[in-house]
């Protein structure tokens, strides 16, 4: 089934049958022009490009202007593509909403995850820092890594402080608790990557 792309408005709770609070994160997904219709005879593999986040024409350049004119919709500010194994079903210009997934129980969720500059290896890591005892220097540092005279080097993969989160992230097998097709969003249960305002891919799981 065809995806959307989507953008992370917050998150709530709502509540179930039997009283018990559910906490869901709130998506705005979609809706979608088909910008695009790859197949695999012309393009090589089958795929629509849906567009997302629509834009002023003076904010976008010619090229983008032109690739937009071609399927008669004005220029939005986000591209996707996302694979698909009928292709002859689409067309340019058709808008796809949140309501495809109105018999979907599990959705995947990607996108970029909250930066949270460079940190050290208790918060990067989880390492648990050293003891807390009065005249104790060693409370947060990562401790030694210094080698014998052979190998003599930091072997590769250390855990060291670093730059932390901006990664692209996965969420899988997501449930979808509420489809509002009226207002174009999806509630599904739990968090998904990136803070607020964060632009998500949304692909449906497979029943199979």
Known sequence: MVGLIGKKIGMTQVFDENGVA????????????????????????????LAFAEVRPTRADLPTLGHFRRAGQPPHRYLAEFRVDNPGEFETGQTIDVGIFKDVAK?????????????????????????????SKSHRVPGSIGMAAYPAKVLKGQKLPGRMGHRNVNARNLKVVEVDVENNLLLVRGAVPGARNTILRLTAVSSE
């Open 107 to 135: 959705v995947n969720v990607a996108g970029r995850s909250k930066g949270k500059g460079f940190q050290g290896v208790v918060k990067r890591h989880g390492f648990h820092g050293g003891k807390k005892s009065h005249g």
């Open 22 to 49: 559910i906490p869901v994160s709130v998506i705005q997904a979609g809706p979608c022009p088909v910008i695009q219709v790859k197949t695999a005879e012309r393009d090589g593999y089958n795929a629509i490009q």
